[in-house]
């Protein structure tokens, strides 16, 4: 029997008579050690050929803070995506040349996702670049506005050259999928770093009460309920608390005035349309084994509706909160799960969550453990990749 | 005792002509009927046999939460290696009444042997594996019950 007494290494502690650490069992320590470790191992992605390259890092890093890819030379990727919120910009939706209709997701951790959007219209992470700059709510970009950008100034132009090899040219049918795989190169180096989650995570793993007991008492609690009675890592499993698929948890998807957003089922539909999905030609990888998603997809009824399943790391720092950011804070989410509307499930949607009816005391319990997969420390911005030698 | 010698050579010849008409004798594709625990989980119905065995990046392992693998399966009767087909391999949840997000794909490589691929069970749980195998007229349901952490 493997039990860590939390309880018994604080009463050691001289100002801790207050805190009443959890008395976790093998089963639940083995439920939590899965949630880790974190930071995960990072691999080149074989899809895109200048993942892991140092020009495309930097060009790519450089692009992202470029308005001048927009049609209105006013809207860069950072705009939405801004880096000192979680790469995320705060408001319920996104707005660039207009407003949409969907929340900016943070960009962290992207290199572990499968699917990208909250309806997993995209297989990667280049074509998910893409759409931004070309779409006209969003940037409105096209090949002729990017290649003069690129030329226009000699790091850009520099760095291009080499990481493909050749100078941009709006008449080059590549240029637009090369610039979203540098943005792409650049945005998987975005890794968030460990949190009082995973510091507990670890001390629990080498029996380390010491250090265990340093995290919270009510994100103990919450934690249990987390795994326990709200079933939460059924969907928001693993170290990125997401099985990276999709769910319904009775969000509305009515869009004013009176449309309605599709969810996963326009997804697929977008993505099996798109020329640059993994299928296609300008996937790198010659196994094509990253297609496996992709080609073997199964589009159900149920789809419709459903929603990617986010990531709950780093929320502190970008609410608000789902696809159409219509929950401000960590505490309304909690009400959501506790007080939820069965009738707004579909027929055939889950049959796992219900309504959880957690006391005040349960809420605030199950909010402090969802902060504490946040970072604790704010983070700096990160500076901009050195330039390769031959472009100084 | 003669009996039984020329039933076993019979069998013997009719595996080897199932696996020729297939086009796959390779050393490493030779079934093993009946299968054992190498082969993997070991499901019976009748006297049809099929043990299946998950695989991951192309290594044998343990069927992982949310992440693709494959299944290699094998299926014997008492002849040996059995001529049925390997119709269909689903997986589900019964508690919460979902299948796949995924549709797998089926290739026989001969000698009784299939290849399963596109599988994914997305969440953690109570899943239950469905395969469906027609010899014949004759239909067969088995299905096991797997828990996903």
């Not at chain 1, 002729?144 to 008449?171: E, I, M, N, Q, W």
């Not at chain 1, 793993?205 to 340093?214: E, F, L, Y």
């Not at chain 1, 990276?244 to 993505?271: A, H, S, T």
């Not at chain 1, 349309?273 to 996937?283: E, I, K, Q």
Request: glycine share 10%; proline share 7%.
């Amino acid at each position: 029997m493997r039990r860590l007494l939390i309880a018994a290494a604080l009463a050691a502690l001289p100002t801790s008579a207050a805190f009443a650490g959890e008395d976790f069992s093998a089963a639940e320590v083995d439920r939590i050690a899965v949630h880790g470790p974190w930071p995960l191992p990072w691999t080149a992605d074989p899809g895109n050929r200048v993942s892991g390259n140092a020009a495309a890092i930097r060009l790519g890093h450089d692009l992202f803070f470029d308005p001048r890819l927009s049609a209105n030379r006013r809207v860069a990727c950072a705009s939405c995506h801004d880096p000192a919120r979680g790469f995320q910009d705060g408001r319920r939706t996104g707005r660039g040349l207009v407003t949409g209709t969907r929340n900016t997701p943070g960009l962290f951790n992207l290199r572990h996702q499968r699917w990208f959007g909250w309806d997993g219209g995209h297989d990667n992470l280049w074509s998910a670049s893409l759409r931004p700059i070309l779409d006209p709510r969003e940037m409105g970009g096209k090949a002729s506005r990017v290649a003069r950008a690129l030329r226009s100034k000699s790091t850009l132009d520099c760095h291009y050259a080499a990481a493909f090899g050749k100078r941009p040219d709006a008449g080059d049918p590549e240029l637009l999928v090369n610039v979203a795989k540098a943005i792409a190169a650049w945005q998987e180096t975005l890794v968030s770093p460990a949190t009082p989650f995973d510091q507990f995570r670890a001390a629990l793993a080498r029996q380390d009460a010491q250090t265990a007991a340093a995290y919270p008492a009510a994100a103990q609690r919450g934690l249990r309920l987390f795994l326990g009675r709200g079933q939460c890592a059924t969907c928001h499993a693993g170290p990125l608390f997401s099985n990276g698929e999709f769910g319904d948890i009775g969000m509305p998807f009515f869009i004013k005035p009176n449309g309605v957003d599709p969810g996963r089922q326009g997804g697929i539909k977008r993505l099996l349309a798109n020329p640059h999905n993994l299928l296609g030609a300008y996937n790198d990888d010659p196994t094509r084994d990253n297609a496996t998603g992709t080609k073997f997809l199964r589009p159900e009824h149920r789809n419709f509706g459903e929603f990617k399943v986010p990531s709950l790391r780093n929320l502190t720092l970008t609410a608000p909160y789902m696809h159409n950011g219509s929950l401000a804070t960590l505490r309304e989410v909690v009400k959501h799960y506790s007080e939820l509307d069965e009738d707004r499930l579909h027929a055939d949607g889950e049959r796992i969550l219900k309504p959880l009816h957690l006391s005040e005391a349960e809420s605030a319990d199950l909010v402090a453990f969802l902060e504490s997969l946040s970072p604790d420390t704010p983070l700096p911005v990160p500076a901009a990749p050195p330039a390769v030698a031959s472009c100084r | 005792m003669i009996n039984s010698r020329r039933w076993r050579y019979g069998e013997d010849l009719r595996g080897a002509l199932v696996a020729l008409a297939l086009g796959v004798i390779t050393s490493s594709a030779q079934a093993a009927c009946p299968p054992d625990a190498t082969d993997g989980a070991v499901l019976k119905a009748g006297e049809l046999v099929l043990a299946y065995r998950p695989v991951l990046a192309g290594k044998p392992g343990r069927i992982p939460m949310a992440k693709h693998f494959a299944l290699e399966v094998q299926m014997c009767d008492k002849a040996g290696v059995s001529i049925a087909r390997l119709q269909k391999v689903d997986a589900t949840m019964p508690e919460h009444r979902h299948g796949m997000n995924y549709r797998p794909l089926i290739t026989p490589l001969g000698g009784g042997r299939f290849r399963v691929e596109g599988m994914m069970l997305h969440m953690a749980g109570h899943w239950q594996l469905v395969f469906e195998i027609q010899s014949g007229k004759e239909a067969t349901r088995l299905t096991d019950d797997v828990q996903i952490d």
